[in-house]
């Protein structure tokens, strides 16, 4: 059972668009999120996480928004470029147990 | 920093024998996980480590399923017997663990092919 919910599957952007990435949870005790990139035959690694008492947060071209009372969060890339064509995971945690989405491959087109 | 070094990258194996898949964290990093990624369930955490110590273990699928830290650089994850459904790519990550949100660092994965 996915205690956090990804959508879409996939997705296909022209470079220089917005990419968008969202994510559900249901337990209330997860209290740190992060976004965790994946190129192919590579480990994931964090790109960019967020706590629950802030609403948004933006790193370069990166930004999470979360609504805490829709239990809900999304990864924004803004001015998608060909470099971050990838596969992108959100997670949860509690307790230093992470809980991972099922993945969204990103296709940035040229 | 070499990173967290798994060992090795793809294996190979015929049901019923054992395999040892092996794990060198990063040095100085307390906490120590093993996760599963397959195409059905995604990325699914079997047992982390504290200190060398198991903390949590219920990930692990069932009893063919063990893993051991016997000091701060080496971890190891055994199947045995193995199985086809047990053909995945397993990560090993660490974690300086300074709280719950510090950040897991993955190895590059074992490709594990049991036929």
């Known amino acids: 059972q996915q205690q956090v919910k990804q959508s879409p599957q996939s997705l296909i952007v022209q470079k220089g668009g917005i990419s968008i990435i969202n994510c559900a949870y249901e337990?209330?005790?997860?209290?740190?999120f992060p976004w965790y990139q994946q190129f192919p035959g590579k480990g994931p690694a964090l790109l960019i996480a967020i706590r629950p008492d802030v609403s948004e947060k933006k790193e370069g071209r990166f930004t999470i928004s979360f609504n805490k009372s829709a239990k809900q969060f999304s990864l924004h890339i803004m001015d998608s470029q060909p470099g971050d064509s990838a596969t992108y995971f959100c997670a949860a945690s509690y307790d230093y147990k992470l809980s991972f989405g099922a993945g969204t491959t990103v296709t940035v087109r040229a | 920093d070499a990173g967290v070094i798994q060992s090795p990258r793809h294996e190979v194996t015929e049901m019923g024998q054992e395999v040892t898949l092996r794990c060198k964290p990063i040095s100085g990093h307390d906490y120590l996980f093993w996760y599963r990624q397959t195409m059905m369930r995604g990325l699914e955490l079997l047992i982390y480590?504290?200190?060398?110590?198991?903390?949590?273990d219920s990930g692990m699928p069932e009893d063919r399923f063990s893993a051991k830290m016997p000091n701060a650089s080496f971890s190891t994850l055994k199947i045995q017997p193995s199985e086809p459904r047990d053909s995945a790519v397993y990560f090993c990550?660490?974690?300086?663990?300074?709280?719950?949100?510090?950040?897991?660092?993955f190895g590059n994965g074992t490709r594990l092919t049991v036929t």
């Open positions: 337990n209330t005790a997860f209290d740190y």
């Open positions: 480590f504290n200190n060398n110590v198991p903390i949590d």
């Open positions: 990550a660490s974690s300086p663990g300074q709280g719950n949100n510090s950040p897991l660092h």
